[in-house]
T-cell receptor
Framework: NAGVTQTPKFQVLKTGQSMTLQCAQD?????MSWYRQDPGMGLRLIHY???????DQGEVPNGYNVSRSTTEDFPLRLLSAAPSQTSVYFC???FGTGIGQPQHFGDGTRLSIL | KQEVTQIPAALSVPEGENLVLNCSFT??????LQWFRQDPGKGLTSLLL?????REQTSGRLNASLDKSSGRSTLYIAASQPGDSATYLC??????????????FGEGTQLTVNP
């Protein structure tokens, strides 16, 4: 009954470092996405995927890469961390294209860039 | 561009009160509207999803309504309890959105229910 699992829960990085935020779901959902949540900005879409091998950009994709080699996993990579990327990151998944379907969120990764 | 607004930003009520949270959106061309609950330091828990063809959905003490033509939704919480204290987020999935089923979120209403 795991749902959407994100690791790590907390991370502190130095400017310029790279890292990968992990997201896994066990519901056989085709659609997966990444959001960031910032005070005063709400949640904004970074990247999304409608199935293995297919990814696309959302509203705020700069500085982030994604890949989707399996249905279950959708990692988010920060190439060269910047203080502006300090945020809470949420992964979400849903059936099919996601359109018209409820979206299920993980517990988030709280990331601080010094 | 779709915009979602939630009023009020914060609400404090005594236990037992019935209350209404409001959500408005600028573009009525939506697939659905979803209400979420977020506890401090936690993720988002889906409460109710209303398809664009529906008028309301109910789950326990929660009732969400949708007036698509006027761009409004309300979340009604009956007989509030301290355990209802959380931030409530409204999100819409827009037909004109090119990023798949991207959700556009409001900034939430922070609810505190006092014992």
């Amino acid at each position: 009954n795991a749902g959407v699992t994100q690791t790590p829960k907390f991370q502190v990085l130095k400017t310029g470092q790279s890292m990968t935020l992990q997201c896994a779901q066990d519901m056989n959902h085709e659609y997966m996405s990444w959001y960031r949540q910032d005070p005063g900005m709400g949640l904004r879409l970074i990247h999304y995927s409608v199935g293995a091998g297919i990814t696309d950009q959302g509203e705020v994709p700069n500085g982030y890469n994604v890949s989707r080699s399996t249905t279950e996993d959708f990692p988010l990579r920060l190439l060269s961390a910047a203080p502006s990327q300090t945020s809470v990151y949420f992964c979400a998944s849903s059936f099919g294209t996601g359109i018209g379907q409820p979206q299920h969120f993980g517990d988030g990764t709280r990331l601080s860039i010094l | 561009k779709q915009e979602v607004t939630q009023i009020p930003a914060a609400l404090s009520v005594p236990e037992g009160e019935n209350l209404v949270l409001n959500c408005s959106f600028t573009d009525s061309a939506i697939y659905n509207l979803q209400w979420f609950r977020q506890d401090p330091g936690k993720g988002l828990t889906s409460l109710l999803l209303i398809q664009s063809s529906q008028r309301e959905q109910t789950s326990g003490r929660l009732n969400a309504s949708l007036d698509k033509s006027s761009g409004r939704s309300t979340l009604y919480i009956a007989a509030s309890q301290p355990g209802d204290s959380a931030t409530y987020l409204c999100a819409v999935s827009s037909e004109r959105e090119t990023s798949g089923s991207r959700l556009t979120f409001g900034e939430g209403t922070q609810l505190t229910v006092n014992p």
